[in-house]
């Protein structure tokens, strides 16, 4: 059989087929996992769970999939295992202490070095024993290489792969790399990492993940703005104000400290989470539901942002964050900001896009606030009570709800402010919500794309944010100082008045409970 007789695969299940001749057969290359840093916090808390729920729900059939660990640590089968069991916990299972130890059996480790070939050239010859086991035809198999790894290690470990532990893919196997963030500091070295790695694989094999297009209510966003008649025609300038995306947390770097240091708020959320939401909030209807169509509007988007103003940034640094003694005693690193993006283009122009993300902050959620223009010709006189807001939570507590003017009830006509209020762990009992990295891995499996970020958006998104990046790390702008356990800098209040935000006053959004 010629290599050129397999010539059509369809990817749009788990498990795909391809054509021979004339004839459909499924593809019965067998699936190679490799989580490459798997000694790591990452791996451990991360990759490795979102694998064991794969596994519980059935995607990961064992007589079809091995997963390999790779790190330079020297320890045995077993002693990983160990390491992971504990992270194992799952509530889709009905027999959870069976199911880990079942899983754990489904992992081989290999140590090795990241840039030395006799690694590799190991790690290949185990996955190759495994195909051989589950007789897949040479180049039939998959092999899915997961960097839990620093981003300073990816172009090695990219070589020794295609090097030396790439699936030969003349007879519809593939190989695929999912690389995490940081892509880079800024955008020369973002670019420099994605000439490296471009070098060595197409795009198509790259998929560089950002754990926040995998929530829920992050994939949710499409459905609501195109599937709902009424959000069209008020999804524009002449209705929405301003749009808020926030991301609190209420500890700080907590043993992370050296970490956070070299990268800051706006680096590690802001420019790749926070602005991948926006992407979403604000691009215009791609043609399809096809990744690239959307990939595309995304691009658009950040091509329309104008560049940053200094007056329209506030930074913080919360008391006590340079108490770490992995940070240094001077450091300029801001762990609060807030960023006034502008958007021109015609639906957006003149809406303030305000991104504000914090630690050791006095609460912890995330969540996409668009607040609507005042009503005009206000007959009821409420406009002190606030505005008609949109208020989708990302975390915790999944919600969406929409603020809105009623009738308080009573024989008087006076209003209130209420809420249409969806509530996940309500409406949807007995669901459970699947983590963000299980979704993502499951689609890099399936060989979609729509959730991960292309080359040329990462290009788009540094460009945006480089420029205020350099002014920070040049010790042009300084953080202002606040109190941990509260709002953040009083100065981040004020820019968000300046910029048309209206805060409702006496209103809490309370979650119902079951």
């Known amino acids: 059989m010629g290599s050129g007789e397999w010539c059509l695969q369809k990817r749009d299940s788990f498990k795909s087929e391809t054509l021979v001749g004339n004839e459909t057969v499924p593809e019965i290359g067998c699936l190679s996992i490799i989580v490459l840093g798997a000694s790591g916090d990452l791996a451990k808390k991360k990759t490795f769970p979102a694998l064991f729920h794969l596994y519980c729900q059935g995607f990961l059939p064992p007589n079809e999939v091995h997963i390999f660990g790779y790190a330079r640590t020297k320890i045995s089968d077993d002693e990983l295992r160990n390491r992971i069991r504990g992270y194992l916990v799952s509530e889709r299972s009905a027999s959870p202490s069976k199911d880990v ?110 754990h926040y297009l995998g929530k829920e209510l992050v994939q949710n966003l499409l459905v609501l ?17 301003n749009v808020q995306i926030v991301f609190r947390e209420d500890f700080g770097t907590e043993g992370r400290g050296g970490y956070f240091d070299e990268y800051g708020i706006i680096r590690d959320i802001i420019q790749n989470h926070l602005l991948q939401v926006l992407c979403l909030v604000a691009m215009e209807k791609p043609v399809s539901l096809k990744p690239e169509h959307i990939r595309d509007e995304k691009v658009k988007v950040l091509q329309s942002v104008l560049p940053i103003k200094d007056e329209e940034v506030v930074l913080g640094q919360y008391e006590g964050y340079r108490d770490d003694p992995t940070v240094p005693d001077h450091s300029n690193t801001p762990t609060f900001a807030t960023v006034v993006l502008r958007i021109h283009n015609e639906r957006w122009e003149g809406v303030p896009f305000i991104l504000k993300a914090g630690k050791a902050l006095n609460s912890r959620k995330a969540e996409i606030r668009v607040q609507f223009k005042d009503v005009p010709g206000d007959i009821f006189k409420c406009k002190k009570q606030g505005r008609n807001e949109f208020v989708i939570r990302l975390q915790p507590s999944e919600a969406m709800y929409m603020k809105l003017m009623v009738k308080q009830p009573g024989l008087e006509m006076s209003t209130v402010q209420s809420e249409l209020d969806l509530s996940y762990r309500q409406r949807y009992q007995g669901v459970t919500i699947p983590e963000a990295y299980e979704r993502l891995i499951l689609d890099t ?70």
């Not at 963030?181 to 670019?191: C, H, Y």
């Not at 008649?229 to 008020?234: H, S, T, V």
């Not at 209040?493 to 409970?513: F, M, R």
């Open 101 to 210: 130890s079942k899983f754990l059996q489904l992992i081989k480790y290999v140590s090795g070095s990241y840039d030395a070939a006799e690694g590799f050239q190991m790690l290949d010859k185990e996955i190759s024993k495994h195909e051989t086991s589950k007789n897949s035809l040479e180049g039939s198999s998959r092999r899915l290489f997961y960097l839990a790894l620093p981003p300073s290690v990816y172009p090695s470990v990219c070589r020794m792969i295609r090097r030396y532990s790439m699936n030969k893919s003349n007879l519809g196997g593939w190989t695929r790399i999912v690389v995490e963030k940081p892509f880079g500091r800024d955008l020369g070295s973002a670019e420099e990492l994605s000439s490296q790695i471009g070098e060595l694989f197409d795009e198509p094999q790259i998929y560089r993940i950002d």
């Open 225 to 241: 703005r195109f599937a709902n008649r009424f959000f069209l025609p008020l999804w524009n300038r002449d209705n929405i104000d």
């Open 445 to 514: 499996i399936r060989g979609d794309q729509q959730h991960f970020v292309r080359r040329d958006e990462l290009k788009a998104a540094w460009e945006i944010f480089t420029p205020l990046l350099h002014r920070i790390d040049n010790g042009e702008m300084k953080p202002i100082p606040y109190q941990a356990g509260s709002r953040g800098p009083a100065e981040a209040d004020e820019l968000l008045e300046k910029a048309g935000y209206v805060q409702t006053h006496g209103y809490i959004w309370i979650p119902p409970t079951l």
